[in-house]
């Protein structure tokens, strides 16, 4: 059993900026891919941005170039950087250990509670 705790979320003005983090820990053998969703108010979730083991990136059509995910230094702990956040931008974002293959993201069953961001005056 993987468990996932998301942190960095929080009030945010238009324009400005937040880096969430998400630190894996439990049984952890190898982790193939790395996703991070969000959810708004009254949506579906949604996946935005996922990076494999090996370092590659994908992002959501409505968050390239606003958006950066990257590994960090510490083991099974990864960022997403927000960038000139707009309101529409309002969501948990939550992150999930799954598996990259033929181009696609396939989601683990594994959910932290997600971190709230919140993009308002």
């Known amino acids: 059993q993987v468990q996932l705790v998301e942190s960095g979320g929080g009030l945010v003005q238009p324009g400005g900026s937040l880096r969430l983090s998400c630190a894996a820990s439990?049984?952890?053998?190898?982790?193939?891919?790395v996703g991070w969703y969000r959810q708004a108010p009254g949506k579906e979730r949604e996946l935005v941005a996922t990076i494999t083991s090996g370092g590659s990136t994908n992002y959501g059509d409505s968050v390239k170039c606003r958006f950066t995910i990257c590994r960090d230094n510490a083991k099974y702990t990864w960022s997403l950087k927000l960038n000139s956040l707009k309101p529409e931008h309002t969501a948990v974002y939550y992150c999930?250990?799954?598996?990259?293959?033929?181009?696609?993201?396939?989601?683990?069953?594994?959910w932290g509670k997600g971190t709230l961001v919140t993009v308002s005056l």
């Open positions: 999930n250990v799954g598996t990259f293959f033929g181009g696609n993201y396939y989601n683990g069953n594994n």
């Open positions: 439990g049984s952890i053998r190898s982790i193939n891919a």
